[in-house]
């Protein structure tokens, strides 16, 4: 079992910026690939950027650039940092850990953005 624990969310103004964190504990190892993704009401899931655990990056195409993944190996933490956001990035953000057939996910972090 691998737990994943988020935070960082919050309430921001249009072009602000945020740091989303996602801690992971349990039976996490460097062959998990962890990820970001959105849920927003009334919409499907989904997928932001991810990141194995020899840092090789994917990351959506509606990321532009504004977004950045990053994982700290010590702290077994991955982190997205969110700059220039935009009313439509509100939703809830989840992290994730795959490997193989197990996937794991947090609960995840309200994020906001609005005037």
């Known amino acids: 079992q691998v737990q994943l624990v988020e935070s960082g969310g919050g309430s921001e103004q249009p072009g602000g910026s945020l740091r989303l964190s996602c801690a992971a504990s349990?039976?996490?190892?460097?062959?998990?690939?962890m990820g970001w993704y959105r849920q927003a009401p009334g919409s499907k899931r989904e997928f932001i950027a991810s990141?194995?655990?020899?840092?090789?990056?994917s990351l959506a195409r509606f990321v532009e650039g504004r977004f950045t993944i990053s994982k700290d190996n010590a702290k077994d933490t991955i982190y997205l940092q969110m700059n220039s956001l935009k009313p439509e990035d509100t939703a809830v953000y989840l992290c994730?850990?795959?490997?193989?057939?197990?996937?794991?996910w947090g609960q995840g972090t309200q994020v906001t953005v609005a005037s």
């Open positions: 994730n850990a795959k490997y193989t057939f197990y996937s794991f």
């Open positions: 990141i194995t655990g020899d840092g090789v990056v």
């Open positions: 349990g039976d996490i190892h460097n062959g998990y690939i």
